[in-house]
């Protein structure tokens, strides 16, 4: 019996000391990133490079299914990790063997591999899954848009959980490559450059590549019958439009004579931003009912709403200027919206001036003179609005006010090089509001934290506006 209790023993130590380091301090990942406004979006553990999204779409019955393959990092040593999804899972691997999961909370895919994974340690995950996503509600609510001919996937700060499994938070960007089977007539338009379109027995696939890093919320996917229109910007970028084809004939007309403006649009911005960061341009107008726009990345969403009483260029200029601020550079938390909206805002402004409608001091001094203090749209804090007013006009409209505060504060040389220096520095990366100041700063040569305090952190009208240098 001695014996043999020592050879356990011994038996039990070796398996020990076979286990790497990292491994055997591993342990589960965090359910969410870490981001205050949405504490249970995005996870911890990994970093994700590439999604690979191999999907086959039916528009009459809107039923979904694919595999999704992830390719991610370990950021430490995990025995599981989370996912964020809510589609029905029928099998997962992990490094090509077959793991356990589970559901938790309402979008947590919890996956437990075969094998505990090392810190720094490649991971490929391959989900199988199935659904009817626009019967799926998280939260009260689908980001899955359903159409007479198909569907559209636009939401934010949510829409990936209803297509495609992945760690949703802007903080980890990732290539894409989206594979999209449908029935032949129908189109699908996702982000990026069109690799190929394959029609045989009936069915087409639709390969679309984004190979620069994108967010997830700023994936998209719209299924039906569209118009699709090709171009180019001065400079090259091929630019891709595609219109549904059941749109009311003068929307349709408004539509177009807006959303054609892209190449020219993104050739004016680049002059205030710097090059397009992109491989490719281009926008989609589906028959939704839903009535915002979305900077998706290189293929906006708009809502046909934009268009129905005349065209304009005004929100594509927005959306377009998005490419720049909030696609290029993501924000880090979703406290930080006022880089993405803020910034897209002063661009109507900007592309006011170039239609001759307005200046940006002009417009932004209106925007100041039409709230009186007493106005409730000076509390909210364009630096932290709190996740229930992440999307109030005055992030948007405030937030562009203290952009023309800021270049009458630090002059129009600071500010034209600031607005260049920033997509520079942060290419395909994330920033924050204090790394924006201390840009500010360093270029103006000035101390900014009190104009940031007063114009993005404070819950009142500033006491003057300041004028043009």
Known sequence: ????????????????????????????????????????????????????????????????????????????????????FALTVSRVTVN???????????QELVVTPAKAIAKGHRITVAVTYSGIPS??????????????????????????????????????????DVHVD????????????????????????WHWRQNKPQATYLTTLAVGHFDITRGRTRTGVPVINAYSTALNPATAANARASVERTGEIIDFLSGWFGPYPFDAAGGYVPNVTAGFALEAQTRVFYSPKFFAKG?????????????????????????????????????????????HTGTPQQLAKDIYDAHPADDPFWTVKPGDPGAQNQFDDAVYDRGAVAIQALRDTIGDHAFRALLKAWPAQHRYGNGTIPEFERLAERISGKKLDGFFTTWLFTGAKPASFPAQP
């Not at 356990?8 to 286990?19: D, E, H, P, T, Y």
């Open 182 to 205: 449908v029935p032949s007539g129908d189109q699908a338009i996702s982000n990026g450059l069109l690799l190929s379109q394959r029609t045989r027995n009936g069915r087409t696939d």
């Open 311 to 355: 065209a304009d260029s005004d929100v594509a200029a927005h959306e377009l200027a998005h490419q720049w601020w909030g696609d290029d550079v993501s924000l880090d938390r979703w406290s930080d919206i006022w880089l993405n909206e803020g910034f897209a805002s002063y661009a109507e402004f900007l592309w006011a001036e170039h239609e």
């Open 135 to 176: 019967t799926v509600q998280r939260y009260g609510f689908t980001s899955w848009q359903r159409t007479p001919d198909g569907a559209v996937a636009a939401n934010e700060p949510e829409s990936a959980w209803w297509w495609y499994p992945s760690n949703d938070h802007p903080s980890d960007k990732a290539t894409y």
């Open 1 to 84: 019996m001695r014996k043999r209790v020592i050879a356990s023993a011994a038996a039990a130590l070796g398996l020990l000391l076979a286990i790497p380091a990292a491994a055997a301090d591993a342990g589960p990942g965090a359910p969410g990133i870490g981001d205050p406004y949405y504490p249970t979006y995005g996870n911890g553990g990994y970093d994700v490079s590439h999604y690979d999204l191999d999907l086959a779409y039916e528009p009459a019955t809107d039923e979904l299914t694919g595999t999704t393959t992830i390719t991610a990092t370990a950021t430490q040593g995990l025995t599981s990790f989370d996912l964020d």
């Open 96 to 106: 090509g063997r077959t793991a356990a999961f589970t559901t938790s909370g309402e």
